[in-house]
């Protein structure tokens, strides 16, 4: 399988979900230390007072802020090429308007990238992955205040300049369309309304909604700008989470369903990202909403500038789209109606190789920059007997999204930079909160209520895994 020489095979990580240590090291919390565990049926809860007796999972983690070392360790054995993972900006800035940074905070992160480096290991960096300084909700209410967007660059350049030569590959918001749109007016835009609603369905006032979403576009415009400055080595990304849909029927009214919904959930924040300007549907849809958002004189020529230099994605699964209601699918807020072509994972995601390649191919077509695949993976149960884990599943599902990949490179010549399945090691849900949700390369002994030694065991998959690395996809 003939991938490019430098393809980065790798695997990916987010702090909130991984490291634990929440109030450690002078962290402050952020958005992810309110939520509670919960389940495929019963959704988490954001919580505002922390000294309740629930479980909050992000609050341990998988102790990767104590276990780093071993963990890199071990990514180094598999042969990793590249880690995804993020900087949980409440570790850098505790409060995010902090008049200075967190020098602790500064110093673990400069001991993950620089062991990455020593095992071989590009780190690959997200700024902002669900993991807003709780401090700027309730004294800001997140992202509607504008002065929001200078305390995140003021963070973005603070990384940029500590990890200069360590760091060269960053990606500014994490599933920016899913945090923003609609699920995550919490986890994405920091707004005050969505903590004392439902968190993760909350509706709230649209023009708050946009306004804010405008100013996380600007935030990641100047953090892009600046990063370029600080460093012109620096490749900078946005990531987008893929939700692709297909017609139910060839019903027009069914295609122009899809295509609607493709339009809003996929293309906007990634045209805005790419193009640097606003697209036309999303400024007509806007309106028809009653949506006027209170723009500054700089904020076009901003967006212009601060174009990202490549695209990711993160995709797991696909369905279909009718005008009509009818039986959904699940995979949070990306369900759709059923396709029953499709197998679907043990918490109801659709399982589409194919759909991959439709992806990179529709997203090579639209915007001519290099991709990257930044998250793709099982979530499954996975039992641990006699020291091993056998997910053949999980090979099995990251085989044909390979060969996906490999057909859409080979075959339809789309530029694709790599592969970061989700995820290098056991980690704590973000939909669910749960463990028993494992996507990892490595099994970590943990369960639900947060019991377990917490030990380290490579799974099946991660000997597989390092076999294709080794091969640059030949063996998969
Ligand atoms: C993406 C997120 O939405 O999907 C990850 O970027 C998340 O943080 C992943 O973990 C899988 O979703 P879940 O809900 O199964 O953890």
Redesign the pocket.
């Known amino acids: 399988m003939p991938f490019p020489t430098d393809f980065l095979w790798g695997a990916a990580l987010?702090a909130?979900?991984c490291e634990g240590a929440w109030n450690e090291g002078g962290k402050g919390p952020s958005v992810a230390d309110h939520l509670t565990a919960g389940s495929r049926t019963q959704p988490r809860r954001f919580v505002e007072d922390l000294d309740l007796d629930d479980y909050f999972p992000s609050h341990t983690g998988v102790d990767f802020y104590h276990r780093f070392e071993e963990d890199i360790a071990l990514f180094g054995q598999i042969g990793l090429k590249c880690l995804r993972l993020s900087i949980a900006w409440s570790r850098i800035f505790p409060n995010g308007d902090d008049a200075q940074p967190n020098e602790e905070g500064l110093a673990f992160y400069d001991r993950v990238f620089t062991l990455c480096r020593e095992n071989n290991i590009t780190p690959l960096v997200t700024l902002s992955?669900?993991e807003m300084p709780y401090h700027l909700v309730t004294a800001y209410n997140g992202f509607a205040d504008r002065r929001v967007i200078d305390l995140f660059v003021r963070y973005a350049e603070t990384c940029f300049t500590r990890y200069r030569g360590l760091v060269t590959h960053w990606l500014t918001f994490?599933?920016i369309n899913?945090g923003t749109l609609s699920a995550g007016r919490l986890i994405g835009l920091g707004l005050r309304s969505a903590a004392q609603a439902d968190y993760f369905f909350g509706t709230g006032d649209e023009t708050e909604q946009y306004q804010a979403l405008h100013h996380v576009f600007l935030a990641s415009a100047k953090a892009v700008i600046a990063g370029h400055r600080i460093d012109s080595a620096n490749q900078i990304g946005c990531?987008i989470?893929n939700g692709l849909s297909y017609p139910l029927t060839p019903q027009p009214e069914d295609v122009l369903a899809t295509q609607q919904r493709t339009d809003w959930f996929n293309h906007f924040c990634g045209d805005v990202h790419v193009r640097g300007a606003y697209p036309s549907f999303a400024k007509a849809k806007l309106a028809k909403m009653g949506v006027t958002l209170d723009l500054a004189s700089e904020d076009e020529a901003t967006l212009l500038a601060g174009k990202v230099d490549f695209y990711s994605f993160?995709y797991?699964s696909s369905s279909c789209l009718a005008a009509e209601a009818g039986e959904t699918s699940e995979a949070?807020l990306l369900a759709g109606q059923k396709n029953p072509y499709l197998e679907t994972s043990a918490?109801g995601?659709q399982i589409d190789p194919i759909g991959l390649r439709v992806t990179l191919n529709r997203l090579y077509q639209r915007y001519q920059v290099p991709l990257l695949v930044v998250?793709n993976?099982l979530?499954a149960v996975d039992e641990l007997k006699n020291g091993v884990v056998d997910d053949l599943y999980r090979i099995d599902y990251l085989r044909v999204h390979i060969k996906a990949m490999h057909d859409a490179i080979v075959e339809d010549g789309v530029d694709l930079m790599g592969y970061t399945m989700?995820?290098a090691l056991d980690?704590?849900?973000?939909?669910?909160g749960?463990m028993a949700?494992r996507?990892g390369l490595i099994y970590v002994d943990r369960d639900d209520s947060g019991h377990g030694s917490l030990a380290r065991t490579p799974k099946a998959s991660a000997a597989w895994y390092s076999d294709v690395i080794a091969t640059n996809g030949a063996s998969a």
């Open positions: 987010a909130n979900q992955h669900f994490n599933e899913f990531m989470a993160s797991y949070n918490w995601w998250e993976g979530g989700w995820t980690l704590i849900s973000a939909g669910t749960e949700k996507y």
